[in-house]
């Protein structure tokens, strides 16, 4: 009876160091991912600026782009045409532009 006890109580004890062990590799995993996530963030931020900042001051017009639900507008774009953000982004930018370009 002890020895079966023992026994048991060793398999216990076997069976909670492995639980403990993967329970460590996996809050090492999901460490890793976490900061693979904010290095990618963080990079994606970078690029947003970077790309925002070339864009204004770019020395040519680009109206609107509607790409995957995003709305992209160049500010160059409302400084060249002599309008405002705001305008451009109600819509207004196309009074700015030739009846023969204008969107349908």
Not at 33 to 53: H, N
Request: charged share 30%.
């Amino acid at each position: 009876m002890l020895q079966e006890i023992q026994k048991r109580e060793h398999a216990l004890v076997e069976a909670n160091d492995t639980l403990e062990l993967r329970v460590a590799e996996r809050t090492r995993e999901l460490e890793q991912e976490i900061f693979e996530k904010r290095k990618a963030e963080q990079s994606l931020r970078e690029s947003e600026e970077l790309f925002r900042t070339v864009s204004e001051a770019a020395p040519v017009a680009s109206i609107e782009a509607i790409w995957m639900g995003m709305q992209f507008h160049e500010y160059g774009a409302t400084r060249i045409l002599g309008s405002s953000h705001e305008n451009a982004l109600d819509g207004g930018w196309e009074d700015l532009i030739h009846p023969r370009i204008a969107p349908v």
